[in-house]
């Protein structure tokens, strides 16, 4: 091995893994979208299938050594060779001892999985779908045994999701939010909710669609690399800088749904849009980490969508698209109503201000699942007691509750606290970017592209270059703190509720 | 080597197989109806490795020992296993000598091929395609001189589209077609034709999908299994009879041409949905060649679709649907609309009467392409000239001439004919399902089921167990001839121009 073989190794087996992303990924969003619903046995074979040859492939004796050689010569290698080693390197640690059987069951039983959650959301029947978590939790307990035999496995599933985190991390930044959100919420709960009766009359759903125009223009989201589609659950998936594709869910009687839908996918589709185009066809296309990437989701539909300064800007256009329904209102309302807060049932219409909570609840519960606190079939009444005690809601069916999100079919446990975690990492880094640019204004001119522009610069551009943890710190020059997203939160809300 | 590796080895590979053709399929569906413009860089990378992929799999020494022994042991293997054998060794023998890089390189050129073609024909510049048709040809003639070096190039690719057939075979079949057709349609060229300007008021798109929903519903187009989208040239799909695509293309001031696109396609999609479900994960699985394929679908497009009887059931639907457009028509009139006969530029929308007509002249110009008689510059003049001579019409540029079609982007030289040997050939089986079942009542009580059933029975179930030239002698016991297709033609539209 020398070090242009090894380079030339990785080159062509990240471009054969980039293949099977790209037609995975395709294939995932066709059967999110438009496949016939009887299609999914064969789907899932073919998905069997090729999961086990790129299973194979990242488990290849040639790849490892192409690796090992590029992480132990890390100047001959530089840093992007050097990177791409450091990460592939983990992933085979992680998969070298799982045998390849487990691993092609295992990416079945998602496929199964899946189907089986849509039947049991659908049906109000959490009993149809249990056997599957308990399933997915084993195997996740199982690979954890293997691949990390000193960690806790929920501590591996954080780690996972998120480089750098384990249980102690996310319980003090829990407590933090906690320790802020729940009497602001309470103080909130005494005060008069704003009236936007106005927003739940009919805005038709083809007129809707005319306001997915106006935000993928506003936010700069290139349709030539980018396209919107419709699903139950709106979702981005980019299979590199070339092609990412979003998803939204339009409501009949709820219009600014699908535009906060629309403008969180478009933060997660531009950071896919600008990473280095020179690293699509390797392991350093995409964004840095899930929290990383749901900073910026966040970053695009809180700290700019929910702002004061973007309804004003945003209103003209709202008011042109439906005169009708909105002759007798103001910007100031909308703004008041998209804004409005307060404890609801389902996680993907909650608020900004309660939308912690229902991240914490899920935590909570999954780290119980995993140390084998909470029993399978105990779910429903853990969830619906969290929501009583943190919400002071009280949750009517498992369709509303613990059925509401796909992530658990997929296996994502781990994945909810990102959301809280990313979110929190980009109130730091609004703080650093209202330093260098003057954000008010640009976003009242509805003026983004400078925006667009700082974050490719400090963020964007470096894909998975560099590790998810290091952003924060670089960025602002302090460690990470949840002190400016609690501050963000107490002064906007107190703000809107006069507190 | 024993009987029961072999038959493994096959099932273990044909399933691999499957995984490739199942996400390749869906990537091209994608491609084609939702896919980011810009996207095709990515998808051809992905593309070329995965064709190298699968080019490896059909010409393993594993598959090709387990294919010559079961090719070889007819009787232990069965009926099933052996035309599985049969069909792989005939792959295998075309493949094996041609170099990988060249395979993936030609696998490239397609994709790249595909853009040119399409910007060529949106700005009417044949010169910007020609180097593709150049090096395409080229390619497949040199494919061609490895893999059957003692044979006729273009022979070759007739005989890859369609089992058994040559330019004798073609030749033959068509100036049978042409003795008929040229006097029939100078006869009907001196007749008064139709008032259909009725059918060219505006028919809005979003109603024209409620006729779309008519016809799927007919046609007993199973959704679970098979779904509808739209692209600008009509087509089917099928992974396997799980996961069949279908397309149209809407046209405000033509509400039939969707409908007829819908059956058309809806024909190709019932022979795949209909194919045995043991075969999905092999070989067998799919129609058993092109023109049994254009059998099908012309079957229900023009011999149920275009019938008096198919349309005086479909009248009052059609009626409900559009009610103001059609106040002041009748069934009668629409059924003589929809079978107006006139010489026209485009192939995909010609009459029934003129389609073969496009036909010949294509065969004729890609005969004389493989021979080196005309040269790729010489196209456009070759195709008008036809044009003028065979159909008396004028091309007034290539857009709506020579670069009409997708078929040469896609290197499907040798697949037009297809086309209209499949018509004919469902001519000569509808004569004997006309002794079996009563046709016409059926289709005028609009109840198609007993039709798809006994077509089931007679060809779709099979799949590719039988050879595609033994369907037509099989059902209606006497060998194929153009007679039952000309006489049909000449019944036809005699009665309709009242000759």
Same mark, same amino acid.
Request: charged share 30%; glycine share 4%.
């Given at each position: 091995m020398d070090i242009n073989t090894a380079k030339h190794t990785l080159d062509e087996i *990240?471009?054969?893994?980039?293949?099977?992303?790209?037609?995975?990924?395709?294939?995932?969003?066709?059967a999110s979208t438009v496949a016939p619903p009887e299609s999914y046995t064969a789907r899932g074979t073919?998905?069997?299938?090729?999961?086990?040859?790129?299973?194979?492939?990242?488990?290849?004796?040639?790849?490892?050594?192409?690796v090992y050689y590029l992480y132990e010569n890390k100047d001959e290698a530089g840093p992007e060779y050097f990177r791409r080693a450091e +990460? +592939? &390197?983990e992933n085979i640690r992680k998969m070298e001892n799982i045998p390849i059987e487990e691993y092609m069951a295992y990416s079945e039983l998602l496929n199964t999985a899946h189907v089986a959650w849509l039947n049991a959301k659908k049906n109000n029947d959490f009993a149809s779908f249990a056997p599957f978590i308990r399933k997915i939790v084993d195997t996740q307990i199982r690979f954890a045994s293997i691949t990390d035999p000193d960690k806790d496995p929920y501590d591996v599933a954080l780690d996972a999701h998120e480089e750098g985190t384990d249980r102690e991390y996310y319980d003090r930044f829990f407590d933090e939010v906690k320790a802020t959100l729940?009497?602001?919420?309470?103080?909130?709960?005494?005060? *008069?909710?704003?009236?936007?009766?106005?927003?739940?009359?009919?805005?038709?759903?083809?007129?809707?669609?005319?306001?997915?125009?106006?935000?993928?223009?506003?936010?700069? +989201?290139? &349709?030539?690399?980018?396209v919107l589609g419709e699903t139950e659950h709106p979702y981005t998936n980019g299979a590199c800088s070339q092609d990412v594709r979003i998803t939204t869910h339009y409501y009949e009687n709820d219009p600014v749904a699908s535009v906060f839908s629309v403008i969180h996918e478009g933060g997660h589709a531009n950071?896919?849009?600008?990473?280095?185009?020179?690293?699509?066809?390797?392991?350093?296309?995409?964004?840095a980490s899930m929290a990383m990437h749901e900073s910026q989701s966040r970053f695009w539909e809180n700290y700019v969508g929910r702002s004061e300064n973007f309804i004003q800007a945003f209103w003209p256009r709202f008011r042109e698209t439906f005169p009708e329904q909105t002759k007798r209102h103001t910007a100031e309302e909308l703004y008041r109503c998209v804004n409005l807060a307060h404890p609801s049932l389902v996680r993907t219409e909650a608020d900004e201000l309660t939308y912690s909570l229902h991240i914490i609840i899920r935590y909570e519960i999954e780290k119980k699942l995993f140390s084998g606190e909470l029993a399978i079939e105990d779910i429903p009444a853990a969830w619906n007691e969290k929501y009583k005690e943190y919400l002071g809601i009280t949750v009517p069916n498992d369709t509303l509750g613990c059925l509401q999100d796909v992530h658990w079919s997929q296996g994502s446990f781990g994945y909810f606290p990102t959301y809280s975690l990313g979110t929190a990492y980009s109130a730091q880094i609004l703080d650093?970017? &209202?330093?260098?640019?003057?954000?008010?204004? +640009?976003? &009242?001119?509805?003026?983004?592209?400078?925006?667009?522009?700082?974050l490719t610069e400090h963020i964007y551009r470096f894909g998975c270059l560099k590790k998810p943890g290091t952003y924060v710190p670089d960025i602002t020059g302090k460690p990470f703190t949840a002190k400016y997203y609690t501050d963000y939160l107490t002064e906007k809300f107190s703000k809107l509720y006069d507190l």
């Open positions: *990240e471009r054969k893994q980039f293949a099977y992303k790209y037609v995975l990924a395709t294939v995932m969003n066709d073919a998905f069997g299938i090729l999961s086990g040859e790129t299973f194979k492939l990242q488990t290849s004796p040639e790849l490892k050594e192409a +990460l +592939l &390197r729940i009497p602001l919420i309470a103080k909130i709960n005494e005060k *008069e909710q704003p009236d936007n009766s106005w927003l739940k009359v009919s805005y038709p759903v083809e007129v809707q669609k005319k306001l997915s125009d106006i935000v993928m223009d506003t936010f700069h +989201l290139d &349709r030539n690399h980018c950071y896919e849009l600008h990473v280095n185009p020179e690293y699509d066809y390797n392991v350093l296309s995409g964004g650093t970017m &209202r330093k260098e640019l003057d954000f008010d204004q +640009l976003v &009242r001119n509805n003026d983004l592209e400078p925006i667009l522009n700082w």
